[in-house]
Every structure is written in C-alpha cells, then in structure tokens.
C-alpha cells in the first residue's frame, strides 16, 4: 500500500510539470508573437518616416540639382543606421 501511495504521489509530481511546462511554452509562443507584431510596427513607422523626406520631391516637375544633391546627402547619412528595405 505504501508503494502505491508514492507511485500516485510521483505520478501526480509529472502531471503537475508537465501542466507547468505546457503553460510556459504556451505564454512562449504568446509573447513571442506580440513582440514579434510590436517590431513589425515599428518597423513600419520607421520606413514610414525615412521615406517621407523622398516624398516631397515626388509630383515636382521642377526639380533643382540643389534638390538632388539634398536627397542624395539624406539617404547617404542615413543609411549607415537605417535598415534596408527591398
């Protein structure tokens, strides 16, 4: 009798870590997505951001040399800390 008390003791020990586990990998998956869909948006904004200062030259049928050198100097600073995008 004694044997079978521990064995349901023990039995009862894996149950309980296997219901621990699954909950931490299930919280895993859950937080791995919401910081994954976070990045995704500010990823967004940032694109959103640094394509906004090309924008403005886009309808211009009058642009100037002035105006391109301008841009050029714009993409070249900043792509030393922006990521590309294709």
Request: charged share 20%.
């Amino acid at each position: 009798m004694e044997n079978a008390t521990q064995a349901l003791v023990i039995v009862g020990a894996v149950f309980l870590a296997l219901i621990v586990l699954s909950i931490g990998v299930f919280l895993h998956g859950k937080l791995n997505q919401t910081s994954e869909s976070y990045v995704t948006r500010l990823d967004t904004v940032e694109l959103q951001k640094y394509n906004s200062k090309f924008l403005i030259y886009e309808d211009r049928n009058n642009l100037t040399a002035q105006d391109i050198v301008t841009a050029r100097g714009i993409a070249k600073r900043k792509r030393c800390w922006y990521k590309e995008y294709f």
